[in-house]
């Protein structure tokens, strides 16, 4: 009967990436854009939910990660795009360290509709209505990270069914008003900042 030697520790860094690895990516090259960030969150729920393919106890817990990687997805989209349309309207915008959601869409609302009236429909009530269902499961961040909140009260209760599939598929019509709303601020965006390019190389050109 063979042997089996115990395991023993390495001094390898948790940060290194071993020589001819293939798999390593560049943490901070790029900048450090929210955009990206809220991408790599929905991106990454949407991966593990596609791989799930089995019941149980296991499955379970994996999908409250998964929750959360949406919920952050949805807290960073609505930041970046904060940021944004205070940049559009020249009135930076100082986003709070708290993490409910409602106020976050409805501050992005009101500023978008002042933007321009035509930007409210019905699409976005539908927005509202989802966020404020995200929120009231999970207004600080809190209820996905952990079992009991600080006060050691248990955080989901009661027990709550909950379809990943179909929280996906529903998420996606919110996901639709965001990326709409995207595409229509940075559209906007790009032509204010090539206009305030240009009136910054006059005003060199001409110093």
Known sequence: MPIIEPRQPTDRK???????????????????DWHLYAGGYKLAADRLVSQLTE????????????LFLYRHYVELYLKALLRDVGELLDASEELPLIHPLLPLWRRLRTRLVAFDPG?????????EALVAELDSMDAGSFTFRY??????????????????????????????????????????LGVKRDHDDEVADFSLYYA
């Open 55 to 66: 019941h149980g106890t296991h499955t379970d817990y994996v999908c409250i990660p998964i």
């Open 147 to 188: 079992p009991e909140d600080r006060e050691g009260t248990v955080t989901i209760k009661p027990a709550l069914a909950v379809d990943i599939f179909h929280f996906r598929d529903v998420l996606a019509e919110l996901e639709l008003v965001l990326n709409g709303a995207d595409g229509y601020v940075a559209e906007y």
């Open 14 to 32: 948790l940060f290194d990436v071993p020589g001819g690895s293939t798999r390593s990516f560049s943490l901070g090259a790029r900048s450090q």
């Open 119 to 127: 930007n409210d429909s019905a699409w976005n009530d539908r927005a």
